[in-house]
């Protein structure tokens, strides 16, 4: 095979949330994702607990050591010698560490990330942009010149979006299984996905169809190719809220809801986290703890669907992604597919520009697309 590169890039970033691996981790840890952000004491001590529970050791790290290694074989497989490395916003390794180590021996480095998360809002997407400008910077003051690119926002792609209806089709699989049959009148499909401040939803609307709409873009899209098995209604939830109770955030939480239609006589769920792209302390304690206990004490047959993780169908897309922005880059003819409505979402154009999910206060981002 011949060898490629993901010409101008000189290697990709795997740029991810972080999370604590120890007891002694988790306070740092939480400093970190919440300097400056308003969140109550009370809410970061019950965080806390939350990661103690679990041994003060986020899954989310050895997800990524997953996805890193799943994404280094499909990119060798393809002959792609592009390095790719990891880094994170929260912990280590940091974003900065990782940038510097490209950037040492020739002093400069052009970077390609891919940010693991999938849909638009400020916190999924605009504030990893404010990451890179914060590493541009650090790194400037020592010499180095490193420039950063990204890939779309990719809840529309189809490799991730094959990946979901997958997740889907198991978890209805499960449901069936453990019930003896499917029943419309009695079970329903929760998606799952994290809620954010009101705000923060109507800023993700400024440059695309919104946070909240793209993942019921993803859910219609679902529906459609679930055929004859899409038997169960099915709707869009929310978990892991975190702001002041006074503060509106997406709702009807998880939770709630269950008890809601348990109400109104249903009892078997499926729980899709479609915001999430592999086990985060979200999906194992929001739903996994939480939201079963909610079942248990309600008496609902509970299934918790899978996520994405290193499915082949997301690691593969995620890889088309990386050779369809460096095409873009290079200014080649590319197809950039898409499964919804809003087409594809290109960095640089409105979906990903410089005032894309822009709230109340304005840091600078990088790369500065000016349209
Ligand atoms: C949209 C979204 C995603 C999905 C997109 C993406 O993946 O990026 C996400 C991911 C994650 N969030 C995570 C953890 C936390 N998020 C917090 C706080 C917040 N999240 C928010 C939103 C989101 N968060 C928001 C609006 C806040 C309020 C404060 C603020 O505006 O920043 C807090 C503070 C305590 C609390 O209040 O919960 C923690 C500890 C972890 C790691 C989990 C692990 O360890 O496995 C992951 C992957
Ligand atoms: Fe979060």
Redesign the pocket.
């Known amino acids: 095979m011949t060898d490629k590169h993901l010409e101008p890039f000189d290697a990709v970033v795997l740029m991810?949330?972080?999370?604590?691996e120890k007891d002694a981790d988790v306070l740092p840890?939480?400093q970190n994702?919440?300097a400056g952000?308003g969140?109550p004491d009370e809410?970061?001590v019950e965080?806390g607990e939350h990661?103690y529970g679990f041994g003060g050791r986020?899954?989310?790290n050895d997800q990524n050591r997953a996805l890193l290694a799943a994404l280094e074989q499909e990119m060798a497989e393809r002959g792609l010698r592009t390095p790719i490395v990891w880094g994170n916003r929260n912990w280590e390794p940091y974003l900065t560490d990782a940038a510097r180590a490209l950037a040492q021996d020739s002093g400069s480095a052009r970077l390609l990330a891919i940010?693991?998360?999938a849909?638009s809002?400020?916190?999924?997407c605009r504030?990893?942009r404010e990451d890179f400008a914060g590493t541009v910077r650090a790194l400037a003051d020592e010499g180095l010149s490193v420039e950063f690119d990204k890939i779309r926002q990719y809840y529309n792609h189809p490799g991730f979006a094959q990946a979901e209806l997958a997740c889907v089709r198991e978890g209805l699989d499960q449901l069936e299984q453990l019930t003896g049959g499917l029943d419309a009148q009695r079970q329903r499909i929760l998606y799952v996905?994290?809620s954010?401040?009101e705000a923060?939803e109507t800023a993700s609307q400024k440059r695309t169809a919104g946070?909240e709409a793209q993942h019921r873009q993803l859910i219609d899209w679902v529906t459609g190719e679930l055929g004859e098995r899409a038997v169960l209604e099915s709707e869009l939830v929310f978990c892991?809220r975190?702001?002041a109770p006074h503060v509106p955030w997406s709702e009807p939480d998880v939770n709630d809801r269950m008890e809601e239609l348990s109400e109104q006589g249903v009892t078997g769920v499926v729980l899709v986290p479609m915001?999430?792209?592999s086990d985060?302390?979200?999906v194992?304690f929001d739903l996994d703890t939480e939201a079963r206990e909610t079942a248990q004490r309600l008496g609902m047959d509970f299934v918790r669907a899978g996520t994405v993780g290193v499915r082949p169908q997301f690691v593969a897309g995620l890889v088309d992604l990386l050779e369809e922005r460096a095409a873009q880059v290079r200014g080649d003819d590319v197809d950039a597919p898409a499964v919804t409505a809003e087409g594809p979402l290109v960095p640089g154009s409105g979906a990903c520009a410089i005032d894309c999910c822009l709230g109340a206060v304005e840091r600078p981002t990088h790369p500065t697309w000016a349209v």
């Open positions: 991810s949330f972080g999370g604590p840890f939480l994702v919440t952000r969140i809410r970061l965080v990661y986020s899954p989310i940010d693991t998360s849909y809002s400020y916190s999924s504030q990893y996905t994290h954010i401040p923060m946070y892991s975190s702001g915001g999430f792209v985060h302390m979200e194992k």
